[in-house]
């Protein structure tokens, strides 16, 4: 079944530790997205790819960085975790195609991640 | 820039009863405007989207929402309201000619009443 899969589901861990959210699509998009979430909150994106050997920041600041070394895997990676990076990340994907129809979404369950 | 705007941050309605989750929208060029929906702990669901075409558009559940161009609107509506669809609803938009990421409202929790 196609779908999208974030793992770790829920993340605690302490100050200064190295982390990578992990992101996997089974439904053969080029496209791929990570959101920063506050509990009960609007997201915003922080980074995506268009494909393979793309990534670009997106709207909202972070230090978090990204790769794209296969098309079905995006992870994210905290160098060094602070309180600050307390947060819900999801990750999406869509199609990359030439007609707006494919420009649907689609969300992973996410990662609560807690930095104490 | 693009925004969106969803002027209320819950709605209570009674079950069975129609409901309604306003959300309006700013953007340079035409809009692709979605809704999606978050149950507790989980991620998004894709619920309904405008492109183009018919300004009413259909999506999962039951649930249809209006494209109104001159008022700057998709608002999001069921005709009868389950107590299931409890959650929190989130209107979002990109501009049809700028990057790909979207732009979300700050959500709008919706608590349908026995």
């Known amino acids: 079944e196609a779908d999208i899969y974030q793992t770790p589901r829920y993340l605690v861990i302490g100050t200064g530790k190295k982390i990578t959210l992990e992101c996997s699509q089974t439904?053969?998009?080029?496209?791929m997205y990570w959101y920063q979430q506050d509990p009960g909150m609007e997201l915003h994106l922080i980074h995506y790819s268009y494909g393979v050997n793309s990534t670009e920041k997106g709207d909202l600041s972070s230090e978090s960085t990204v790769s794209r070394i296969r098309t079905e895997h995006f992870p994210l990676t905290l160098e060094s975790a602070r309180p600050s990076h307390t947060s819900q990340y999801l990750c999406?994907?869509?199609?990359?195609?030439?007609?707006?129809?494919?420009?649907?979404?689609?969300f992973g369950p996410g990662t609560r991640l807690t930095v104490l | 820039a693009q925004s969106v705007a969803q002027p209320e941050d819950q709605v209570n309605v009674a079950e069975g009863n129609p409901l309604t989750v306003k959300c309006t929208y700013s953007?340079?060029?035409?809009?692709?405007l979605f809704w999606y929906v978050q149950y507790p702990n989980r991620g998004l669901q894709f619920l309904l989207k405008?492109?183009?075409?018919?300004?009413l558009v259909k999506g999962s559940y039951g649930f249809e929402a209006e494209f109104n161009k001159s008022q700057t609107s998709f608002h999001l509506k069921k005709p009868s309201a389950l107590v299931s669809d409890s959650a929190l609803y989130f209107c979002a938009v990109r501009d049809a000619g700028g990057a790909d990421g979207l732009t979300f409202g700050k959500g709008t929790h919706l608590i349908i009443q026995p």
């Open positions: 405008y492109i183009t075409g018919d300004n």
């Open positions: 999406a994907s869509s199609e990359y195609g030439v007609t707006p129809d494919t420009d649907t979404q689609y």
């Open positions: 439904m053969g998009h080029d496209k």
């Open positions: 953007v340079s060029g035409n809009p692709y």
